[in-house]
């Protein structure tokens, strides 16, 4: 697809159009939230003053965070301008500002147009939330990665944490916001009242990115993050890179069928035939027999011809892409996963064209980033004139609003027990359907138990059906459900639902109000399509895997790959997907109809990487593990302790000016005066700073700084978190209990601080089948002599009364990754 100036595509058919927001944003990420709304079909007009936004300097951020608004600039300072822009504010139904509170004229303030306009959405994304004692902290995407609990588990063993790359705390943040701004836009459709929705950046990036109190990869054996080792283990062995003809190439080996496939791939060799490899943690501590016989069999292989030949043994393999090889790959190129689009420069880049296909349409690009102030006449004189503020504002008791809806969750793994969860926490009846003859990778557990505290973050207030979907009893069971539901969702390999029986089509032509959503790792159509997927290989295939990797080391050298104990972007993916979701449930209210969705794993990240890439597209080779972000300069320091670390943070001089005060050096320093010569300058400013943080804690660096304005975040551990200040005023964590894990055990809260929506109050997560009965009987009337029938002839499965409580796990049992194997 080719984009220059001029309306590419309509958004009739969007499941937002008609929707206006207004996107007040400026920097930080924030224009990604209005972005996703905009992709959705939303009418989205950006304002500007009368200069510009801060963001336009960077002409790829711009063009890529900015498609598809209008822009207006109005100066704020000006009475007549203010009044305009009350108007404009006054005519739409979701408004989303990053100003933090003080920072706009008396009035305008984010909690003050809520107040005024009862039936506006206010969607605030600051980077730590409207309250709390980091309120007035300067913030980076270094420093929430840092404090966030990413930057402590990304790195290798033995070596300093590594800052992983982009900007995935930020742009996984704005999914979790776009998420929230629907959450309360469908409440306002069904109460008739607004919401202030408070966002942090902080506290995104804690549950999006890197959850450590959510659910694992199946490689976690359901233990959670926060009970993992202090340091950073050494996961290599999970998700291995192996040197091919061309390169590099990664494999997935987790269940014993896997295992099957890669021993006849080798050729059966009698030193690996001992069946205890078939099991997980046997493999891991065989690695020394196994890793050199896979390096011998892929050293004479193109990339091409490993992953071909994984596709026929049935091993997850993928090629470790570069940048500019992603732009070029053919599974991209097949979907038109990229736009071209003319900037304003002149030159033409290529960017990422949206994250979701809705309704078999991909929902992206269809006007280019606009000039700025291009629609200030057209948007502004055609609002109506400004109606005097409602003297009371309504009181509302605190509501889930998904109360009501049914969702059939047939997902898995991560993404697929992240998306139904998200339904379920505001008040959806979530119906796990499984079936025991094909397990749920997510109930593993490296101690055997019955239920992981891992499954019982992602699966909790979960009801479980046991149905066995491949027989035709059980099938026609299933559209029985789907006649009574509101969302479908999976995480199948494309094609599975449709050998089902169960694919779009036949869903729809039983419940046409349904909405059908499917995630897979690289789309559900083009030459990748079915192939096994999971987030490692989506990661090394859309070119995450060679960033996130030590800057400055050896191509050849595959021992810098970091990026294996992350689960990127499973969280994140289930946001875009589940908002997704919503935006269609929204429209099914006005039409009356329902429809499908479509997400691929790959296409996020692609999507997080856009303005890199579109970059990259222009000037090859410039995109390099450890690329400075836009302008800013990251810094990770030593601190006073044991593997002990500071992130400092140099957005401009006037950073530098603070910083040099609290360092006690001159700020007139010629080395330092400017961005490109601290740049130049790098390992004599690293030493400034490290002389200084080496002599403190690193909560005493953090504050020091911060208290002189400076951008700066301790290495926060995932156990940390709860001890987190900030975390503890703004009310973040709640207490998960569950009977069958033996002490309560800490769990995230809702996606966001609202007025009128309710916090989570999770039920526990269910043993497999455990609600089968009570489901067929309340939803489908069945008796229980013919639920008994169907039990007997497999199309069901209940739980037994003997196994509905068994012996209770411990929650702190030892992480599998936290010993490297023999």
């Known amino acids: ?169 930020t742009e996984s943040v704005a999914a979790q916001a776009t998420w929230s701004a629907l959450v309360a836009y469908h409440h306002r459709l069904t109460s008739g009242v607004g919401d202030l929705v408070d966002c942090s950046v902080f506290e995104g990036t804690v549950q999006g990115v890197d959850p450590g109190y959510g659910i694992g990869g199946t490689a976690s054996g359901g233990v959670p993050g926060w009970n993992g080792p202090r340091g950073r283990p050494d996961a290599r062995h999970l998700y291995p890179v192996f040197a091919c003809r061309d390169g590099w190439v990664r494999l997935c080996i987790l269940s014993g069928r896997q295992w099957h496939g890669m021993f006849r791939w080798l050729g059966e060799p009698e030193e690996l035939a001992d069946p205890r490899l078939h099991v997980l943690s046997e493999r891991f501590r065989a690695t020394h027999l196994i890793f050199p016989a896979i390096e011998r069999l892929l050293a004479g292989l193109t990339r091409a011809e490993a992953m071909s030949a994984g596709d026929e043994f049935g091993v997850p393999t993928a090629g470790v892409a570069s940048p500019t090889e992603v732009l070029q790959n053919p599974q991209f190129r097949a979907r038109r996963v990229f736009a071209e689009v003319e900037l304003p420069s002149g030159a033409r880049a290529s960017m990422p064209d949206g994250m979701v296909e809705i309704d078999g349409r991909r929902a992206g690009l269809r006007t280019p980033a606009p000039a700025l102030g291009a629609h200030t006449a057209d948007v502004l004189d055609a609002l109506p004139a400004l109606a005097a503020p409602e003297s009371v504002r309504p009181v509302v008791a605190p509501a889930r609003p998904l109360t009501g809806l049914r969702v059939l969750d047939l997902g898995v793994i991560v993404v697929g027990a992240e998306t139904g969860r998200l339904f379920a926490d505001l008040g959806a009846d979530v119906i796990k359907v499984e079936n025991g003859a094909y397990p749920d990778g997510g109930r593993q557990s490296s101690s055997g138990a019955v239920l992981s505290a891992g499954f019982a973050y992602g699966h909790r207030s979960k009801r479980s059906l046991g149905l066995n979907l491949r027989s035709p009893r059980g099938r026609e069971l299933f559209l029985d459900l789907a006649r009574r539901s509101d969302v479908v969702l999976s995480n199948f390999k494309p094609g599975t639902m449709d050998s089902l029986g169960l694919g779009v089509a036949a869903l729809l032509e039983v419940n046409p109000r349904l909405v059908v959503a499917e995630s897979s790792a690289f789309g559900p159509t083009g030459p990748w399509s079915r192939r096994m997927g999971y987030g490692p290989l989506v990661r090394a295939a859309a070119g995450l895997s060679t960033l996130w990797r030590y800057p400055g080391e050896s191509e050849a050298d595959r021992t810098s790959f970091s990026d294996t104990t992350t689960i990127y972007p499973d969280h994140v993916g289930a946001r875009i997907g589940a908002a997704a979701v919503l935006a269609k449930l929204i429209q099914r209210i006005r039409t009356d109809t329902g429809g499908s969705v479509a997400v691929a794993q790959a296409e996020v990240i692609l999507g997080h990487l856009g303005s890199r890439l579109a970059r990259e597209s222009v000037e090859p080779g410039g995109l390099v593990a450890g690329a400075t972000r836009d302008g800013v300069l990251d810094g990770l320091h030593p601190c006073a302790g044991d593997d002990e670390w500071c992130v400092v943070s140099l957005r401009s001089d006037e950073d530098w000016v603070r910083l040099a005060d609290v360092l006690g050096v001159p700020a007139h320093e010629p080395r330092f005066a400017d961005h490109d010569g601290r740049v130049r300058h790098r390992a004599a400013l690293d030493a400034l700073v490290t002389a200084w943080t080496t002599q403190r804690g690193p909560r005493e660096c953090m504050e020091t700084m911060q208290g002189a304005g ?76 013919r639920i008994a029938d169907l039990v007997a002839d497999g199309t069901v499965e209940i739980l037994a009364p003997d196994d509905r409580l068994p012996a209770a796990v411990d929650p702190t049992a030892l992480h599998p990754t936290a010993t490297a194997p023999a």
């Open 1 to 169: 697809m080719t984009m220059g100036d001029g309306e590419r595509r309509s958004s009739d058919g969007l499941p937002l159009a008609g929707v206006r927001v207004v996107d007040h944003t400026d920097g930080e990420g924030t224009e990604t939230t209005a972005r996703l709304l905009a992709d959705l079909g939303a009418d989205t007009v950006r304002v500007e003053p009368l200069e510009g936004a801060r963001s336009r300097a960077g002409e790829f951020y711009d063009q890529v965070h900015n498609v598809n608004k209008r822009s207006v600039t109005i100066d704020l300072g000006a009475g007549r301008d203010r009044e305009r822009f009350l108007r404009l504010v006054a005519s739409a139904d979701i408004l989303v500002t990053s100003f933090r509170p003080g920072e706009l004229p008396r009035g305008l303030d984010a909690e003050d147009l809520a107040d005024r306009f009862p039936e506006l959405v206010v969607v605030s994304v600051t980077p730590y939330g409207r309250s709390g004692p980091y309120r007035d902290w300067a913030a980076t995407e270094a420093t929430h990665l840092a404090l966030g609990g990413v930057l402590s588990r990304s790195g290798l063993s033995g070596r300093d944490p590594l800052l992983p790359p982009g900007t995935i705390a």
């Open 710 to 785: 400076v951008p700066a975040a301790m290495m926060q551990r995932l156990a940390e978190l709860r001890l987190d200040p900030h975390l503890i005023a703004r009310g973040f964590f709640h207490t998960l209990s569950h009977p069958l894990v033996g002490s309560d055990i800490p769990c995230e809260g809702g996606p966001a601080l609202f007025r009128h929506v309710a916090d989570p109050d999770p039920t526990p997560a269910p043993l497999q089948a455990e609600h089968t009965e009570e489901i067929l009987h309340e939803v489908l009337g069945l008796s229980r002599e």
